[in-house]
């Protein structure tokens, strides 16, 4: 057998110009790829939009519509979202008008006969509804009542009002008035009795506002008495989404709801996936029994009833007074949720640690630190991302859970989950006080949901070969 | 298959003997007693309730007290709720959040196979696109919010109808718990919906498939037979978790609805810091849970002949 020795006149340099041996296209890396197939899912990128949306919304939004949370507008309790609402300025001390006469005689008593012209004395407003009537002859009293509704028959007349001797025929109601229509209605009472006959009036009250009170929240022009505003209509504050069974500004309180929920939404996630990620990789890199302890006790924390050991946790690290109970829910979560994380990248370095790349560049001499910085953890990375774009809704909800059954924030700090709890039992007659926390939650959850699902989409080595 | 279960029954009990004592511990550790919520006291009556519910004793004797009495099956007295056995309340309560959880569980598998199945085989087309729409909207929406919403869907039909088809809250009757239960369990239908579809999608792409269209079958055949029987697989083994989440999930919809299920009694046992009633209830869910995922286990490997249970142990 003849064998043959090359030499160095055997080899020769290729031509780096040549057609065919050159790279036409600029070489993406791993990232820069991810980024690119992201970018052509048109779902992850609106996703991604709101997200940023999002995040300006909350950051930005309280800077520029600078109305305090906590401020509660009496004159303005679960206000649907209108742009300006106007209300009559009144004067402070009106005295009631009260008409008086003296009573007929019961020689002619017709019990069937209803009062007659029940009338309405000035504007009606919800600072004071003046009504007043005619007599009746023979009656022991008068009943006044105020309905929400047109009554239907005598057993209808809605809120008991006040029971007025004979001969006092006028009335000022000036309970918990609303800016909506009402229904008066008088029934003789004779003999103790009430009669059947009765006459309904409706009417709608206007919003008003105490001169007072007006200057007090500064609605007023500086020179104002109320010699010249009594009687005018001013301009009361706006807001855009209305308010909610406090008055509190929706908007304020979605902005700055959106610093909890998205602060506890984004950290907890953060922080735990961190943990997670060097916890993990430390039993998976590790191995043997290290390993097998270090699983077996994320197994026994993943046991754990989630939401009695959220809740016992809160209490335990407890609240001082004025605090709003983020830190306690940010560290219960974090401390409940690491395990899932954990397990997730444990599994992938123990199939990374097999690949041939790593006992490649073992065999190359490669130190521990930098197997673990330049192999392992780049490629644990995709998956984490997408763990944790999955990790953000899911903490979302936990928080807007735990604060819809009161065991979140405490009030007043507002978070979507507390709005939305305040918002259910308002939800038959004032939906928006629900709507809005609800909606926000819900699409701050489809778009990282979505974003997780095109993160995954365009990380997914197995997909690449279909696209 | 005998060993198989006995090992898994086993560290089933190591499980919950942890849960147990880190749930004694943590729940000793929070600040105040539960005998705190009574009217004030003077330090005698206290001392006397103290002895009487075993308080005066240091915590570890209190945990050794009660581990032997939880071995005996006995949970003690609420400690709110005056003269009532934990074990009752968990007797009168647990079947209530068990009806409504197993009829959620059904239509959240009924729901999610179906609904799986159909976007499968409309793939790409219009049912699919809806399906799969509705089911991002179940998966982003709060549980709270459902409930609240059908609860709003049954008085506006009530008031359409105008006599009352379906009670708005309460328990009792099944009307009682169609909305409930469907609304406990639309989280678990979107994400089984998911899971069917992926899983059919999968199968209908392996050689079996093909094999079975080369001989000719009936597509319907083949639907039926061939890819839904397979594709259900995947579903079978989330049951498991699936039961954890309504059964555990149950009391939003419990506290919406006025239902009087054990969740509203846990929550309010967390609340008051109820320690007999808190550890009863989470031992019981414990217990059911593992025995769920266990249960579910044995039936996968009835159902699917393929995975050999001795195999799964390794």
Redesign the interface.
């Known amino acids: 057998m003849v064998s043959y020795i090359p030499t160095a006149e055997d080899f020769q340099a290729l031509d780096s110009a040549r057609e065919g041996d050159r790279i036409d296209r600029p070489s993406l890396s791993y990232w820069q790829d991810v980024w690119r197939r992201l970018r052509s899912n048109r779902r992850a990128l609106a996703s991604l939009s709101i997200v940023v949306g999002l995040l300006l919304f909350t950051l930005m939004g309280p800077l520029l519509w600078r109305v305090d949370p906590a401020l509660q507008d009496l004159e303005q309790v679960s206000q649907p979202p209108s742009l300006g609402r106007y209300a009559l300025v009144v004067a402070d001390n009106t005295p009631a008008p009260t008409v008086t006469h003296t009573a007929i005689s019961s020689a002619a008593v017709d019990r069937e006969q209803a009062a007659r012209n029940l009338r309405l004395l000035g504007t009606p407003h919800s600072e004071g509804v003046n009504l007043a009537w005619d007599p009746l002859p023979g009656v022991d009293a008068y009943q006044l009542y105020r309905h929400e509704y047109p009554p239907r028959d005598a057993d209808d007349l809605g809120l008991p009002m006040a029971r007025l001797m004979p001969q006092e025929i006028s009335y000022r109601d000036l309970l918990g008035l609303e800016t909506r229509q009402y229904y008066y209605s008088i029934v003789g009472v004779y003999n103790g009795k009430e009669a059947r006959a009765y006459t309904t009036l409706p009417v709608v009250v206007e919003q008003a506002i105490l001169f007072s009170e007006a200057e007090y929240r500064g609605l007023l022009s500086g020179d104002a008495t109320p010699e010249t505003a009594v009687g005018s209509s001013i301009r009361l504050e706006s807001h855009p989404l209305g308010t909610d069974y406090l008055g509190r500004d929706m908007l304020a309180r979605l902005m700055w709801g959106a610093r909890t929920s998205l602060f506890i939404g984004i950290c907890a996630p953060l922080i735990f996936v961190i943990i997670g990620l060097a916890y993990g990789g430390l039993a998976g890199y590790s191995g043997g029994r290290l390993d097998g302890a270090m699983m077996r006790f994320a197994d026994f924390v993943i046991a754990l009833p989630f939401l009695l050991f959220m809740i016992l946790f809160k209490i335990a690290f407890g609240l001082g007074p004025g605090e709003s109970g983020i830190g306690p829910m940010l560290l219960a979560l974090v401390l409940l949720s690491w395990p899932a994380t954990a397990r997730l990248v444990r599994g992938q370095v123990l199939q990374i640690r097999e690949e041939a790349y790593i006992a490649a560049a073992r065999m190359m001499g490669a130190t521990a630190p930098y197997l673990v910085l330049r192999h392992i953890l780049p490629n644990v990375m995709g998956v984490l991302l997408v763990s944790l774009t999955f990790a953000i809704p899911t903490a979302i909800f936990t928080e807007a859970f735990l604060s819809f059954i009161g065991m979140g924030v405490v009030p007043p700090t507002p978070s979507w989950g507390s709005m939305c709890n305040d918002g259910i039992r308002t939800m038959l007659s004032h939906p928006h006080e629900l709507m809005f926390p609800a909606l926000f939650i819900s699409v701050t959850v489809l778009a990282f949901n979505l974003l997780g699902d095109g993160l995954r989409d365009a990380m997914d080595a197995r997909m690449r070969s279909g696209t | 298959m005998g060993a198989y279960i006995a090992r898994r029954l086993l560290s089933g009990v190591i499980?919950i003997w942890?849960?147990a004592t880190?749930?004694f511990f943590?729940?000793h550790?929070?600040?105040g007693d539960p005998l705190l919520n009574d009217k004030a006291v003077t330090p005698e009556i206290r001392a006397n309730l103290e002895r009487a519910y075993g308080l005066d004793k240091p915590v570890p004797q209190q945990y050794l007290i009660f581990l032997k009495n939880m071995l005996q099956g006995d949970f003690g007295i609420s400690f709110t709720q005056q003269n009532r056995r934990v074990n009752d309340i968990i007797a009168e309560h647990f079947p209530v959040s068990a009806t409504l959880g197993v009829l959620a569980l059904l239509f959240a598998a009924g729901g999610g196979i179906m609904f799986g199945a159909l976007t499968a085989l409309f793939r790409s087309r219009m049912p699919d696109y809806l399906i799969m729409f509705l089911v991002?909207?179940a998966?982003?929406?709060?549980?709270?919010?459902f409930a609240?919403l059908g609860?709003?869907a049954i008085?506006r039909l009530n008031s359409l109808l105008g006599f009352s088809l379906l009670p708005v809250a309460g328990w009792g009757t099944v009307a009682h718990m169609l909305v409930p239960a469907l609304v406990l369990g639309l989280g678990t239908m979107a994400y089984l919906t998911r899971l069917m579809r992926s899983s059919m999608l999968e199968v209908a792409e392996t050689d079996y498939i093909r094999t079975a269209r080369a001989k000719g079958l009936t597509p319907r055949r083949i639907f039926f037979r061939h890819q839904l029987r397979n594709a259900i697989l995947p579903v079978v083994t989330v049951l498991g978790p699936a039961i954890a989440a309504i059964t555990?999930g149950g009391f939003?919809v419990e506290?919406?609805f006025a239902i009087p299920g054990l969740g509203r009694y846990?929550?309010q046992a967390?609340?008051q810091l109820d320690y007999t009633v808190?550890m009863g209830t989470?031992v019981f869910?414990?217990a059911f849970l593992v025995l769920m995922v266990i249960a579910v286990d044995i039936v996968y490997g009835f159902i699917d002949p393929r995975i050999q249970v001795s195999k799964s142990l390794s």
């Open positions: 499980t942890f849960i880190a749930t943590g729940m550790a929070v600040p991002i909207i998966v982003s929406v709060p549980s709270f919010v609240g609860q709003l008085l555990t939003v506290l919406v846990f929550v967390v609340q808190i989470t869910y414990g």
